[in-house]
Nanobody, 115 residues
Framework: QVQLMESGGGLAQTGGSLTLSCAVS????????MRWYRQAPGKQREWVAT???????NYADSVKGRFIISRDNSKNTAYLQMNSASPEDTAVYYC?????????WGQGTQVTVSS
């Protein structure tokens, strides 16, 4: 069983920054992709960003130019650096690890951006 643990959430000011971490219990060296999703109150979960095994990154339009996804294979950890935060970024953020045999989710970490 693969376990994911998000951390780094909390309270940020508008225009501020937060960095989320996702620690994976298994090696991510040969993982297909790591993804971040978020779910705001009363809304459906939405995709935020992806980083592939080859290091290719993609972002939702709502965060492009502000968020940066990265990974450190030596630490089995993925990151989401959130810059220029806005109240619209307030949500529970989830990490998703996509392996060849299946994908796994973390429990989420709350991010609140105050105006």
């Amino acid at each position: 069983q693969v376990q994911l643990m998000e951390s780094g959430g909390g309270l940020a000011q508008t225009g501020g920054s937060l960095t989320l971490s996702c620690a994976v219990s298994r090696s991510i060296y040969r993982i297909n992709a790591m993804r971040w999703y978020r779910q705001a109150p009363g809304k459906q979960r939405e995709w935020v960003a992806t980083i592939t095994s080859g290091g290719i990154t993609n972002y939702a339009d709502s965060v492009k130019g502000r968020f940066i996804i990265s990974r450190d294979n030596s630490k089995n950890t993925a990151y989401l650096q959130m810059n220029s935060a806005s109240p619209e970024d307030t949500a529970v953020y989830y990490c998703n690890a996509v392996y060849p045999v299946g994908d796994y989710w973390g429990q989420g970490t709350q991010v609140t951006v105050s105006s």
